[in-house]
Structures are given as C-alpha cells and as structure tokens.
C-alpha cells in the first residue's frame, strides 16, 4: 500500500458515490468496453493497477471522471473526449490533462482541433459552432473544476466538494483520498457512522471534534447516497 500514498485509491462505487455517475460508467470509460460487436478503447489508462483484474482510480483519475462527465452530457462523444485527451496529453505533457488548471484555458482549442479532424459534416459544424463560442466552453469546464485547488504546476491537489467554508476535503496524501474533516483529518463516513450509533454529542466526545463538525460530516454522507439514488 505504501505506493498508493499521495494517490488515493477510490473503487467504482466509491467514485459513484462522490460523483453521482454511475459505477457502471466510470467502469466501462476506464476498462473500455464492447457494444453492438465494437470494441470501445478506455478513455485513458487507470493511475492505479493492483493486477487483480478490477478497475481502481486514483484522485486525478476521480477529477479526470469529472470533466469528462460534464462533455459527455453535453453531447460530445466518448470518442472526441478520448482523442481530446490524447492530444492535450501531448500537448501539455501530463498524464491526465481535463483535470488540470491549464485545460482550463487551452481546452477549447483542444476540442476545436479534434472536431475539425473528423468527416462527420453535419456533426463537425454543430460542435464547431458550440465550442467556438467560448461561454459554452466555458459553461461546461468551469462547473467541474469547481472546488479544486491546484499546485503550482497547475494540477489538482485538493477538492473540497462543498467549498472550504464547510471544512470537506478529499486530499490523496490523507485517508487514501478519502473525504475527510479538514482539522481533523478524521474520514466522514466514519464520524457519520459515530454520529448515528452513538449520538453527535456522543461521536464529538470520541473524536475530539466538534459536534458542527459530526454534523456537516452526516449530512455530506447522506447527501452523497441521495445523490447517487437520484
């Protein structure tokens, strides 16, 4: 376990959950799949490989599902996603370049060179014309960076799936990336689970935190199963 420090390590259904994408999907975008007796390929190769034939994702594969989620339901193919990502994987020299700060402003003509290799006509100009307005760009990439903090060399390091204001933060060099009381470092899942046993008076005293914090950590674990039964 000791090379999955500073990764994370999140199992489909842990993405799901923190996501509200369906395990499903996240699993068949990163093992590929076969439909209609088409092989599609992975849309980029999983950080972690623990060779026991299931799919893990590391934290930046976790923020990658995330930006390739929000083209994807704009209605930009699995496949110009992929061809996307490897151009920008180039063109940037990074492993994982949707989640990174820098796509943030070069995505668009990322996107715009992909479009403009395909023979698709009727397709190619409805996506040119969306991308080159650079509000739509705009409206798709900014909302699934939000809450991410970046290092210096513009990848993400940090999320806070509620703001900073609410303390929630996945940080991979903490709990294997999982989400987390800022201050205490305690995992949420954990004092939700204290808190509905023992009570948040309870649960506060036994983690050494306070009973807002036992609180906050609940309603982020409910939100979250809500979220995916949605």
Known sequence: MNSLVGIGLYTPADAARLLAI???????WLKGHVASGRSYAPLWRPQIDLDDGRIYLGFRDLMEVRVAAAFIKHGVSAQR????????RDVFGQEHPLSTDRFRTDGKDIFLRVIETEKDGSER?????TFRRQFAFAE???PSLQGIEFDKRGAPQLWWPQGR??????????????????TSSVPTAVLAAAGRTEGIPGAAIAFEVTPSTVRRAMEFETGMEMRRAA
């Open 165 to 182: 204001r609410l303390g929630i933060v996945l940080d991979p060099t903490r709990s294997f990336g999982q989400p987390i009381d800022q």
């Open 140 to 142: 798709i990439i900014k």
């Open 81 to 88: 996603v992929r061809a996307a990502i490897e151009l920008a």
């Open 125 to 129: 100009e409805r996506l040119l014309n």
């Open 22 to 28: 369906p395990a499903g999907t996240i699993s068949r």
